[in-house]
């Protein structure tokens, strides 16, 4: 069973940055997935940012040029840098992890374990 512990999150003032991490645990595959997703209340949840076993990223338009999703393999972590946040950028947001690796789409179906979310303010 995978367990994904998300830490990181606060309150910020707009231009300002913050680092999300997620802590991985339990057991994984050589080949996976590993995404950020984000939920304000009323909304769906939207990708974020995914990167795949082989290093590949790719970006929800909103965020790109700002933030950068990256992972520590000997720390087992995945990492989410924002960087000139924007109020709009508030949401709950959460570490997704999925054995099917390669094309990991910014879908939140297609991800099995998820973590219980860190909250981002940015005023």
């Known amino acids: 069973q995978v367990q994904l512990v998300e830490s990181g999150g606060g309150s910020v003032q707009a231009g300002g940055s913050l680092r999300l991490s997620c802590i991985v645990s339990?057991?994984?595959?050589?080949?996976?997935?590993m995404a950020w997703f984000r939920q304000v209340p009323g909304k769906e949840r939207e990708g974020v940012a995914a990167?795949?076993?082989?290093?590949?990223?790719s970006y929800a338009d909103p965020v790109k040029g700002r933030f950068t999703i990256s992972k520590d393999d000997d720390k087992n972590t995945l990492y989410l840098q924002m960087n000139s946040l924007k109020p709009e950028d508030t949401a709950m947001y959460y570490c997704?992890?999925?054995?099917?690796?390669?094309?990991?789409?910014?879908?939140?179906?297609?991800?099995?374990?998820w973590g219980q979310g860190t909250q981002v303010t940015v005023s």
């Open positions: 990167r795949s076993d082989d290093g590949s990223t």
């Open positions: 339990g057991y994984t595959t050589s080949r996976h997935c």
């Open positions: 997704a992890e999925d054995a099917r690796g390669g094309y990991c789409p910014l879908s939140p179906g297609w991800y099995s374990y």
